[in-house]
């Protein structure tokens, strides 16, 4: 059988899920009642609901008589690390740019991976229906980037197609076609059939899966030799332990599923069930010849932040998992699975530090874990900080900001402002293209801001560069916040009186506790006000009060807006059915002792 495996990547939103799709149907994976409109290949829960991907994924369909294997990545640069490994299943890349933004930053992290890893390139200039886009501009600055990361000739000479996922069609030129077929024909002429070696078995685990009924599952490609369902099998770890194991079962991708076979052969992708234990990056070798491949690197975290125990007030009334005992066992399950993630216990029995590699990979795992029931508190998010050769140095990031001209003075005040400097600026259409180098520091709650200033017209992306010397001092949040004073449903009445002192996070009807973060104050410094005073209505009732009418609707934060908003004395208190903003010390004189204390110190 032919076979080709391709990895579909670009920077977020560049539309990867959407041109699996297309591949799906145009492979007539559909019968004709399953068409849902949806994006078929993000199926997580929290996936569709942020329309973005957050595991890669694999496909497989029949295309004039050749498998072709399809593998939808992750395009927001928090998950890079998960691009690079599967990267290891590819022959070859569809590398996705969009006609109007051109080259990203994460466009450029995850194409110079596939070229180190030797992978055949194919371009697709995407969302050519945008208005204003600039097809041929991006055309040559996609040649440009690949010369910048030092391409060979011939992956300089890649093929080009253009056209719109949205509609349906890929072409070899802007003309537009009926379908996607040039496109798939391209796959079947430039991506080569697999390499393969020759010699006994090896497949090196670069995804997992998971399924109730069959736990655990390896996902990888057969580089060498064949696997059979039953086969004794070698283990081989990273750190050079051999584990002596049997192939249970064993499946291919079709479609969107699996189907179980009895062998796979060198060259195709297939799901290893009945290994126990298990890592990415281990060898399954041959019991008789076990040989390792190469150990896959698994990126350091960049982030850590601490995730304790729920103590509010409120403390167990929406979840069912609660004690620190639970806590524990849910994050180092985690970190079984999440190989950028990191769990270490502290001094505490009720606090574990937890590693990431950004705000997007810790807020997707406190996400994930207030939907299976869990409460907890998580602080404000740190970047890691390293003495390399005795100097202190932090990560730094590429920030590209793509805004309306009239903007750009503003976002340069900004990012300059939090220790960022303009290294490119140029306009892009009728926008202007900022690239600035900024410590990764500055870039948390920059995203509001840049919102804020720039009346939503900003586009950003950043991406880690490397570690540099720290670069001082960053200022936090301009303004302070409104604390409640009392335990009590907040009123209509109290919020009306309050309004000229800042904005509101809750509402009336809301049951807040003392030292709950409930507004932010218009000014700098934090103000302990009453907003529970006056007739206690009901949610319902208030609304349609005096006093409701003329209250500002309240602002609702993300929860990866609350984590970039809160400063060190905060935290954020996360249930299944709430997010709170919260002091740290909820009493007030506790919080000025504490403040005389580090003051004095
Ligand atoms: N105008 C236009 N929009 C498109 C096109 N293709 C995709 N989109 C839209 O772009 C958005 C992102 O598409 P996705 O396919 O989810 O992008 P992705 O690259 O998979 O995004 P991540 O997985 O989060 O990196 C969606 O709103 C799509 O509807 C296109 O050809 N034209
Ligand atoms: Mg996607």
Not at 329 to 337: G, I, P, Q, V
Not at 365 to 388: A, F, S
Request: with cysteine; hydrophobic share 35%; glycine share 8%.
């Amino acid at each position: 059988m032919q076979l080709r495996n391709i990895a579909i990547i670009a920077h977020v939103d560049h539309g990867k899920t959407t041109l699996v799709d297309k591949i799906l149907h145009q492979a007539n994976v559909f019968r004709e009642n399953q068409e849902s409109g949806e994006l078929i290949m993000d199926n997580n829960d929290l996936e569709r609901e942020r329309g973005i991907t957050i595991f890669s994924k694999n496909a497989a369909v029949m295309y004039k008589g050749v498998k072709i294997n399809v593998i939808d990545t992750p395009g927001h640069s928090d998950f890079g690390g998960e691009v690079e490994r599967v990267l290891k299943m590819a022959d070859g890349v569809i590398l996705l740019v969009d006609a109007f933004e051109g080259p990203m930053p994460q466009t450029r992290f995850v194409l110079q991976k596939a070229l180190q890893l030797n992978l055949k390139p194919i371009v697709v200039i995407n969302k050519v229906d945008k208005p204003n886009c600039r097809p041929d501009e991006v055309h040559d600055s996609v040649f440009e980037l690949f010369f910048n990361l030092d391409a060979t000739e011939e992956q300089l000479n890649f093929p080009t197609f253009y056209g719109s996922g949205k509609n349906g069609w890929f072409n070899n030129s802007l003309t537009p076609s009926e379908d996607i077929t040039p496109l798939l024909d391209g796959i079947l002429e430039f991506v080569p059939e697999p390499k393969v070696a020759e010699g006994p078995l090896q497949l090196q685990v670069t995804s997992l899966d998971y399924s109730s009924f069959l736990g655990r599952i390896a996902v990888g490609k057969v580089t060498r030799g064949e696997i059979k369902e039953g086969q004794q099998i070698v283990l081989l770890q990273a750190d050079g332990t051999a584990l002596k194991s049997k192939v249970k079962e064993l499946y291919v991708f079709e479609s969107l599923g699996k189907k179980r076979t009895d062998k796979v052969v060198a060259g195709d992708i297939c799901a290893v069930v009945g290994l126990e234990t298990f890592n990415i990056g281990d060898t399954i070798a041959d019991a008789e010849n076990p040989e390792a491949l190469p150990v896959i690197s698994v990126d350091e975290p960049t982030m850590s932040m601490m995730f304790s125990i729920n103590n509010s007030p409120f403390f167990g009334k929406d979840g069912k998992f609660v004690t620190s005992r639970h806590l524990r066992d849910r994050l180092m399950k985690e970190t079984e699975k999440n190989l950028a993630m990191r769990v270490e216990d502290t001094d505490s029995a009720d606090s574990f530090l937890v590693y990431g590699r950004g705000i997007l990979h810790l807020g997707v795992l406190v996400e994930t874990m207030r939907r299976e029931g869990y409460e907890l508190t998580v602080g404000q998010p740190q970047v890691i900080v390293k003495q390399i050769d005795g100097q202190k140095m932090e990560p730094y990031e590429n920030l590209v900001v793509d805004v309306p001209a009239d903007f750009s003075g503003k976002v340069i005040d900004l990012v300059t402002q939090r220790k960022g400097e303009l290294l490119v600026m140029e306009s892009k259409g009728e926008m202007q293209h900022l690239e600035f180098e900024i410590p990764s520091r500055g870039l948390i709650g920059l995203r509001s801001q840049m919102l804020t200033n720039t009346a939503g017209e900003a586009v950003m992306a950043h991406r880690f560069i490397d570690y540099k010397p720290w670069k001082g001092n960053i200022p936090g949040r301009n303004n302070g916040v409104l604390i409640s004073k009392n335990q009590d449903r907040a009123t209509a009445y109290s919020i009306d009186k309050l309004m000229d002192r800042g904005s509101f996070f809750i509402e009336p009807g809301d049951e807040i506790y003392i030292g709950q973060i409930i507004g932010e104050h218009v000014k700098p410094g934090d103000l302990v006000v009453n907003v529970t005073e006056g007739k206690k209505l009901t949610n319902m009732r208030a609304s349609g009060s005096d006093d409701a009418t003329r209250i500002a609707p309240k602002i609702q934060m993300t929860l990866e807006e609350c984590m970039e908003y809160i400063q060190p004395d905060e935290c954020i208190e996360v249930t299944p059915k709430n997010i709170r903003l919260r002091k740290t010390l909820l009493n007030e004189e506790d919080r000025k002792k504490y403040q005389k204390m580090m003051s004095n110190s």
